[in-house]
């Protein structure tokens, strides 16, 4: 095939991607343009229409101390740093897969104050943030039982649009006060409308776009959800390691640089088969000035589960290698280097099954 010919395939198949994307005519108002001011402008379920195709929210948004515990329906998630509140999302029920439960899954969280389920201590294996001028991303090992997701499942991604574009959760919102445009102050909580989250594998990778920041919709794309972490978020995260760095912003989801020229890469649709072969290989953006800090001190102020382990750490905060190039491919060890698939998505592709950290 020749390049031209190959370039109107793709634009053929991203139109295709697009066209699947359809507002439900019960809730026609797609969840990113739901603004709500926290907390006080927060509603107790932001999508209740009994009328939609999917149904309603299983869940609701205003949480506080009455909600927190370990059967938490909170469908507001919070993202501030690493050792404040870092949280994945999971399925409410145990050994549950993504695939099945996109629309169901709740808030957990590694320390109280929000409402939500806590992550079980020693539950997350290896964490790396990087916070770059225009998003935050999350990206580590983790053991996906104690948030529910069954032992063997690669999992899937979520994100606030979905075929209806009502979520995944459906009404799920995002909140940080980790950008410099709210200097960090919890009474200031901006609503994120743009961010994705791949779970499963034994990893995860959560990215959040600054509300305030440029290229938003591109940075925090959601149309690659077959090529999982590997492409939407590169990392370096390494088991036994939590460590929070400055970065460079990445590239585009899909777009790339081959000879000089710029391209932009569209997968296919599920029903021609298997991702067998991408055009280019994602790499970690540039990072620096990382930050280690004990894997214990993730969850202060909860209790400790009786049996639970915690991932060995450094003691306290300390200064790494001024300058670290996250360009660079570290050791990588158990289980999410093989979240690089979507099989929540239907890909049965092997190509990505070691992808995750590549």
Not at 12 to 26: G, K
Not at 203 to 223: E, H, R, S, V, W
Not at 312 to 338: D, I, L, R, V
């Given at each position: 095939?020749?390049?031209?010919?190959?370039?109107?395939?793709?634009?053929?198949?991203?139109?295709?991607?697009?066209?699947?994307?359809?507002?439900?005519?019960?809730?026609?108002?797609?969840?990113?343009?739901?603004?709500?001011?926290?907390?006080?402008?927060?509603?107790?379920?932001?999508?209740?229409?009994?009328?939609?195709?999917?149904?309603?929210?299983?869940?609701?948004?205003?949480?506080?101390?009455?909600?927190?515990?370990?059967?938490?329906?909170?469908?507001?998630?919070?993202?501030?740093?690493?050792?404040?509140?870092?949280?994945?999302?999971?399925?409410?029920?145990?050994?549950?897969?993504?695939?099945?439960?996109?629309?169901?899954?709740?808030?957990?969280?590694?320390?109280?104050?929000?409402?939500?389920?806590?992550?079980?201590?020693?539950?997350?294996?290896?964490?790396?943030?990087?916070?770059?001028?225009?998003?935050?991303?999350?990206?580590?090992?983790?053991?996906?039982?104690?948030?529910?997701?069954?032992?063997?499942?690669?999992?899937?991604?979520?994100?606030?649009?979905?075929?209806?574009?009502?979520?995944?959760?459906?009404?799920?919102?995002?909140?940080?006060?980790?950008?410099?445009?709210?200097?960090?102050?919890?009474?200031?909580?901006?609503?994120?409308?743009?961010?994705?989250?791949?779970?499963?594998?034994?990893?995860?990778?959560?990215?959040?776009?600054?509300?305030?920041?440029?290229?938003?919709?591109?940075?925090?794309?959601?149309?690659?959800?077959?090529?999982?972490?590997?492409?939407?978020?590169?990392?370096?995260?390494?088991?036994?390691?939590?460590?929070?760095?400055?970065?460079?912003?990445?590239?585009?989801?899909?777009?790339?640089?081959?000879?000089?020229?710029?391209?932009?890469?569209?997968?296919?649709?599920?029903?021609?088969?298997p991702i067998t072969t991408v055009p280019y290989t994602a790499t970690p953006a540039p990072s620096s000035n990382c930050v280690t800090y004990s894997s214990t001190s993730l969850y202060t102020?909860?209790?400790?589960?009786?049996?639970?382990?915690?991932?060995?750490?450094?003691?306290?905060?300390?200064?790494?290698?001024?300058?670290?190039?996250?360009?660079?491919?570290?050791?990588?060890?158990?289980?999410?280097?093989?979240?690089?698939?979507?099989?929540?998505?239907?890909?049965?592709?092997?190509?990505?099954?070691?992808?995750?950290?590549?």
């Open positions: 095939m020749s390049p031209s010919a190959l370039s109107s395939a793709l634009l053929a198949v991203a139109a295709i991607t697009l066209v699947r994307a359809q507002p439900d005519p019960a809730d026609p108002t797609p969840l990113v343009d739901k603004h709500y001011a926290y907390p006080s402008g927060i509603p107790y379920q932001v999508d209740y229409n009994t009328a939609a195709i999917r149904g309603p929210q299983v869940g609701y948004n205003i949480c506080n101390s009455t909600t927190e515990n370990q059967s938490s329906m909170c469908q507001t998630s919070f993202v501030n740093h690493i050792d404040g509140q870092l949280l994945p999302l999971g399925p409410p029920q145990p050994n549950s897969t993504i695939g099945d439960t996109e629309g169901q899954e709740v808030a957990w969280c590694t320390k109280p104050g929000h409402g939500t389920r806590l992550i079980p201590a020693g539950a997350l294996q290896g964490v790396q943030l990087i916070k770059t001028p225009n998003y935050i991303q999350i990206a580590g090992f983790i053991d996906q039982t104690q948030i529910n997701i069954a032992a063997n499942d690669y999992g899937g991604e979520l994100d606030p649009h979905g075929a209806d574009l009502r979520g995944n959760p459906l009404g799920g919102l995002m909140y940080s006060n980790a950008f410099p445009s709210n200097g960090g102050n919890n009474d200031s909580y901006q609503q994120v409308t743009d961010w994705t989250n791949f779970m499963g594998g034994n990893g995860f990778c959560l990215k959040i776009c600054d509300p305030a920041g440029q290229n938003q919709q591109a940075l925090c794309q959601n149309i690659y959800d077959r090529l999982g972490c590997a492409y939407n978020a590169p990392n370096n995260a390494q088991k036994g390691v939590f460590e929070v760095c400055d970065g460079d912003d990445m590239s585009p989801v899909g777009v790339y640089t081959t000879g000089g020229a710029t391209s932009t890469y569209f997968q296919p649709p599920e029903s021609l088969g102020g909860q209790p400790t589960p009786s049996g639970a382990t915690a991932s060995s750490g450094a003691s306290g905060a300390k200064s790494t290698a001024s300058s670290t190039n996250s360009g660079a491919s570290p050791a990588k060890t158990g289980g999410a280097a093989t979240m690089g698939v979507s099989l929540g998505a239907g890909l049965v592709g092997v190509v990505f099954a070691m992808a995750f950290l590549s």
